[in-house]
């Protein structure tokens, strides 16, 4: 089966690329690499040579707002004889403090590059996708654990466009419901890296998430980690989050696609995380005991938009995809530390 991936070189497209070509997918990386770097397909690539593993990947370098290049991918596939089945689209903008300074780029790049992607698609009778939405959509005011029929509410633009894309896919596979299958699903916190260290997180700059943070004050390329606030209402009053393993999450995105190969159609909202809370203190503490580096820290005050406990109801997930989330937060510090430690300056 053949799959394109926008957004393919970026941290959930790369792990979930591996695992697709591992499993003997026909795979095509669409990237612009505006935020990814070329190594991580050379890595893919090293990872399945040395496990003499055949497979099938074509890496191209585009903008999904660029609807001929787009649509030269899905024509080429069908004069080659091998139409692609599905996207994965992972591909978009996604700090949400840029998004608040620069949200005509977030509304271009996320929701009109959605459209041409979708039009290109329709054009070309591809009629399957599995999206890349985010818990950041449920806001602040629900209670947990998060289920997908709880209130949206996004607070930031890059959580409104994400929203937008969900109402336009809902919005197409009712124009035509015999012929759409659409999955959003909606991630909670991904971290941690693929178990060999030869891909992982690579965020450009200073880390604004709280695991990758975690791993540069372990490497030393930050002094100590701020924790923003100690008096949430949680039992130790540092933030809970749910956080979940990138191989758990991109094992989901395998499940999904077999779930929509199963439908004749369907549109489906299904969140993936581990179903567990976790706070700030006790990620400090599991990373120190599992790698035995220090990690250290002062207290700050709480960050906007931050909420005190945010974890999903995941049932949904195991009953509609079969999929269950199988790793520890201590293999998720083992592994991100790992991919720390061998790429001290991530891809650079
Ligand atoms: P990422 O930035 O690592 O990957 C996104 C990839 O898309 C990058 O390789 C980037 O170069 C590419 N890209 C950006 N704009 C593009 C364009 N116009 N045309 C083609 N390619 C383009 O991010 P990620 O963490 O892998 O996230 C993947 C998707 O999941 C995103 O849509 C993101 O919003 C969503 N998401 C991520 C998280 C998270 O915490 N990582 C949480 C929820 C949802
Ligand atoms: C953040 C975004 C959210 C986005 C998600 C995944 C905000 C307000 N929310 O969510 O929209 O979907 O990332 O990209 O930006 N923390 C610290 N110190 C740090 C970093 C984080 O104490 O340096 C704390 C936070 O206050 C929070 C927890 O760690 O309690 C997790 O933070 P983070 O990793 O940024 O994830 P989210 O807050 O879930």
């Known amino acids: 089966m053949k799959l394109l991936l926008t957004g393919g070189a970026g941290y959930i497209g790369s792990h979930t690329a591996l695992l697709l070509l591992q499993r003997g997918y026909d795979v095509i990386i669409y990237d612009s690499f505006v935020n990814s770097s070329y190594k991580v397909i050379n890595a893919i690539k090293s990872y399945l040579d040395a496990d003499g593993i055949d497979y099938k990947l074509k890496t191209i370098k585009g903008d999904i707002r660029d609807k001929s290049s787009l649509d030269k991918i899905f024509k080429d596939s ?35 590059g959605t459209k041409n992607l979708l039009e290109i698609m329709k054009e070309n009778e591809c ?6 939405s985010s818990a950041t959509i449920y806001g602040l005011t629900n209670s947990v654990p998060i289920s997908e029929d709880q209130k949206i509410s996004p607070i930031n633009p890059y959580g409104k466009t994400k929203v937008a894309i969900e109402n336009m896919l809902c919005d197409l596979f009712k124009s035509n419901m015999n012929k759409w299958k659409i999955c959003s699903l909606r991630y909670f916190n991904p971290v941690g890296a693929h178990p060999s260290g030869l891909i992982g997180e690579d965020p450009i700059g200073i880390p604004s998430n709280l695991f990758p943070y975690i791993t540069q004050v372990a490497i030393r390329r930050i002094n100590l980690l701020k924790v923003f606030g100690d008096n949430w209402d949680t039992e130790d009053g540092s933030g809970v989050r749910d956080y979940i393993h990138i191989m758990d999450l991109s094992e989901g995105h395998i499940d999904a696609i077999g779930f929509l190969m199963s439908k004749e159609s369907i549109y489906e909202v299904i969140n993936l995380g581990s179903g567990k809370g976790y706070s700030v203190f006790q990620m400090i ?64």
């Open 127 to 132: 009629y399957s996708m599995v999206f890349s």
């Open 285 to 348: 503490r599991e990373f120190e005991l599992s790698t035995g580096c220090e990690i250290p820290f002062l207290i700050e005050a709480r960050r906007d938009g931050d909420v005190a406990n945010n974890f999903a109801d995941i049932s949904k997930a195991e009953n509609l995809l079969g999929w269950s989330p199988k790793r520890s937060l201590k293999q998720i510090c083992i592994d991100g530390w790992n991919w720390q430690r061998n790429n001290p300056q991530g891809y650079t």
């Open 78 to 112: 069908i004069k080659e004889g091998n139409a692609i089945h599905a996207v994965i689209h992972f591909a978009g903008l996604k700090s949400v403090s840029e998004s608040v300074k620069y949200p005509l780029n977030y509304w271009d790049v996320n929701v009109c």
